[in-house]
């Protein structure tokens, strides 16, 4: 056996405990994903586990894609209710970053062609729209204001209802 000189032993020490280091980072920042996921996952109906429903496509949030729209809407939802029912678009939209902070990609982050707004607030904004068209947001409230209506607040309850069982 050749012996390795010290130095070199302690050079890769110290690479295998940054690397370790790093690793774990990395766990932390998957098992962050994977709770803010875990929230966003409609009920299973179809008798498959939820393991395998999220196995059977591709996936934004581990490609570091753009994150989809709605998956802004819970978040939306939820950050009007904490806020009071209503509020501003800033407002509801820095609750809804803190929420969503471990899904969005670096991707989501970067500007829009359009403006100088990150495209997952832009998302965000087209969510609204959405959800306003079904009611779930009052679509009368004045330019800026973001407001929950009861069927939205229903639809809410009903949506972490069905999370829980």
């Given at each position: 056996?050749i012996?390795?000189?010290?130095?070199?032993?302690?050079?890769?020490?110290a690479?295998l405990?940054?690397?370790?280091?790093e690793?774990?980072?990395?766990?932390?920042?998957?098992?962050?994903?994977?709770?803010?996921?875990?929230?966003?996952?409609?009920?299973?109906?179809?008798?498959?586990?939820?393991?395998?429903?999220?196995?059977?496509?591709n996936?934004?949030?581990?490609?570091?894609e753009?994150?989809p729209?709605?998956?802004?809407?819970?978040p939306i939802?939820?950050?009007?209710?904490?806020i009071?029912?209503?509020?501003?678009?800033?407002e509801?939209?820095?609750?809804?970053?803190?929420?969503?902070?471990a899904?969005?990609?670096p991707?989501?982050y970067?500007?829009?062609p359009?403006?100088?707004?990150?495209?997952?607030?832009?998302?965000?904004?087209w969510e609204?729209?959405h959800?306003?068209?079904?009611?779930?947001?009052?679509?009368?409230?004045?330019?800026?204001?973001?407001?929950?209506?009861?069927?939205?607040?229903k639809?809410?309850?009903?949506?972490?209802?069905?999370?829980?069982?």
């Amino acid at each position: 056996m050749i012996p390795i000189p010290h130095d070199e032993l302690l050079k890769t020490r110290a690479f295998l405990q940054r690397r370790i280091a790093e690793l774990d980072g990395e766990r932390e920042v998957c098992r962050a994903k994977l709770k803010a996921v875990e929230t966003l996952l409609p009920p299973i109906t179809d008798g498959r586990s939820r393991g395998e429903a999220a196995s059977s496509g591709n996936s934004a949030f581990l490609n570091d894609e753009q994150t989809p729209g709605d998956a802004f809407r819970i978040p939306i939802l939820e950050a009007l209710v904490e806020i009071g029912g209503r509020g501003r678009a800033d407002e509801v939209l820095r609750v809804v970053e803190a929420k969503m902070k471990a899904l969005l990609t670096p991707k989501d982050y970067e500007k829009v062609p359009s403006g100088p707004e990150p495209r997952w607030r832009n998302w965000a904004r087209w969510e609204r729209k959405h959800m306003t068209q079904e009611g779930l947001l009052r679509g009368d409230s004045p330019h800026g204001i973001w407001e929950i209506t009861q069927e939205g607040r229903k639809w809410l309850e009903n949506r972490k209802g069905r999370h829980r069982s």
